[in-house]
């Protein structure tokens, strides 16, 4: 595997702990995707995304924030773990933004993190974040100490930033031919679980580098992480984009905001992707958090592979896939279209095969089926079962077609949509993956009525049908607005013939009581 993680064309923004680097991180994205909170210390990872400005285009990454060490090694594992990552940004960047905070002024780890930035040798940038007010820009000069260009910016009021990324462009590099290889769209894929279950671990594995922090603490992830990732060179590479998710909890057991952006995170990662992979631990097995995950799945209609990590250990107790199989597609029977790979981040067991699925279903997602060889499908499975009836009324075929993909849909015209039963629709989808072996797809399919047209006295039966529309009569004419009658000059209602008049006179019904007066 021919691994590319570090585009030349890269700006990296680094800080100390709290002093709005993500926020600044959102501004120049121009979207919501590092989780932006009060709590310090909530970004941990490198989180990476290929942003546009004006007409340049380059990645941004977003750092952890740097605490001041003493020079000694730190106990806290995702502290150091931390320090670690910044320390391979920096080495990848082709500009830095060193980020800090004008209403605390200068600190000690500033000046720790800009000592680091200045033994990388990379262009530096100072934004004073949090000059929200022009009275906050008087404690500005103290930054100068740090001996880089200076911009006075807010990146919650957008102020400042745009003459700060004016400058940080000019230092880019040009495009390289690999990274206009990587202009082709990747393939995006979601890897998401429970917490603890090794999501992270399976990345660095395929990397074979500590590319996100792992530890034993679970939720060590929070923010998404993409990681763009390359096999082979020339035009046959493959490119890919792997998204670290935050561990899924039930949301009953979610006690803090950051837990609860970090699950909102994932699940928008979940909408965005094209293959989504849900990792489970072979030690525990499926989990009712493993429903509601693969439920979500489902739902948002993505290609799916499940990866039982840590086999190395359930092999041990003599664990057997055969046996983990069966058990799986027991507990969940709706996923025996998934693929199932038993693998080991630890030892690395599988992990190719995992790779090969991920392609496998992604193809499989992609295809575009021969609407004649879908019709004959479709027919020989209805001749298998009994038409979805109601009230006398029998569902009747006409003919299908495919209208999208990735997701797959295909459209069925019938004679009522209102009969298709989620029973029979899951009939139907069934003989289409065996049919077309379409492991791993998501199939949506969608009903549509057509009735027949009136035609004129003594046609026949067998007459063309149309699609219903609600602006058309079924005989195809257009549909003509109801018009209430208008009311006469003199405002009063035209009596109806044979009715009795409500007004005073002979025939008058309203009771005396309810009169006006003269």
């Known amino acids: 595997m021919n691994t590319q993680l570090a585009p030349r064309r890269t700006v990296v923004i680094v800080g100390r702990p709290n002093v709005g680097k993500s926020a600044l991180f959102n501004r120049i994205a121009n979207r919501r995707i590092a989780i932006v909170h009060d709590q310090s210390g909530v970004t941990r990872d490198r989180i990476v995304r290929e942003v546009a400005w004006h007409d ?134 979601a890897i998401v679980g429970r917490p603890n279950a090794g999501k992270s671990s399976y990345i660095n594995r395929i990397l074979r580098s500590d590319r996100v922090i792992v530890s034993n603490v679970a939720g060590t992830t929070r923010d998404c992480v993409d990681v763009p990732f390359t096999i082979g060179t020339g035009p046959t590479a493959r490119h890919y984009t792997l998204v670290d998710t935050a561990g899924m909890r039930h949301v009953h057991k979610i006690d803090t905001s950051v837990e609860r952006f970090s699950l909102f995170r994932s699940e928008e990662a979940v ?87 991920i392609d496998r279903v992604a193809e499989h997602q992609r295809r575009v089926l021969p609407t004649g060889v879908l019709n004959r499908t479709l027919s020989a499975a209805m001749e298998r079962t009994q038409m979805p009836s109601k009230n006398g009324r029998q569902m009747r075929f006409h003919y299908a077609t495919q209208t999208g993909a990735n997701p797959m849909i295909l459209r069925l015209f019938v004679n009522d949509a209102r009969l298709a039963t989620k029973p029979f629709q899951d009939f139907l989808v069934r003989n289409i993956r065996e049919a077309f072996d379409l492991e791993g797809a998501a199939i949506i399919l969608q009903f549509r009525s057509r009735v027949k047209s009136s035609g004129k006295s003594g046609a026949s039966s067998e007459e063309p049908e149309t699609e219903t529309d609600e602006n058309t009569l079924p005989d195809g004419s257009p549909r003509r607005p109801i018009q209430k009658p208008r009311r006469p000059a003199g405002g009063r209602r035209p009596e109806r013939k044979g009715a009795p008049s409500l007004g005073r006179g002979k025939n008058n019904l309203t009771p005396k009581s309810r009169r006006p007066r003269r």
């Not at 030892?347 to 995992?354: E, T």
């Open 271 to 357: 909408r965005e992707c094209d293959v989504a992979v849900l990792v489970m631990d072979a030690e525990i097995g499926p989990t009712t958090q493993d429903k509601f995950i693969t439920s979500m799945i489902q739902r948002e209609a993505k290609a799916c592979i499940i990866l039982v990590n840590k086999w190395d250990l359930a092999r041990a107790k003599g664990y057997t896939e055969t046996a983990a199989i069966a058990h799986m597609r027991e507990i969940l029977p709706y996923l025996r279209h998934v693929p199932v790979v038993f693998m080991s981040a630890q030892d690395g067991y599988n992990v190719r095969n995992s790779i090969e699925a």
């Open 56 to 189: 340049e285009s380059f990645h941004l990454v977003d750092t952890g924030g740097i605490r001041l060490f003493d020079g000694t090694r730190e106990n806290n594992v995702i502290e150091m773990a931390v320090r670690d990552q910044v320390d391979v940004a920096l080495a990848d960047a082709a500009a830095v933004i060193l980020v800090v905070d004008v209403q605390t002024g200068l600190q000690p780890a500033d000046e720790e993190v800009a000592r680091l930035v200045h033994k990388s040798g990379r262009p530096c940038f100072v934004a004073v974040n949090k000059c929200d007010l022009p009275k906050h820009e008087q404690g500005a000069g103290d930054f100068d100490r740090l001996v880089f260009p200076r911009f006075v910016v807010s990146a919650q009021h957008n102020r400042g930033v745009d003459e700060l990324m004016a400058e940080v462009v000019k230092v880019l590099p040009p495009k390289t031919e690999a990274e206009l290889a990587e202009a082709a769209k990747p393939l995006r894929v």
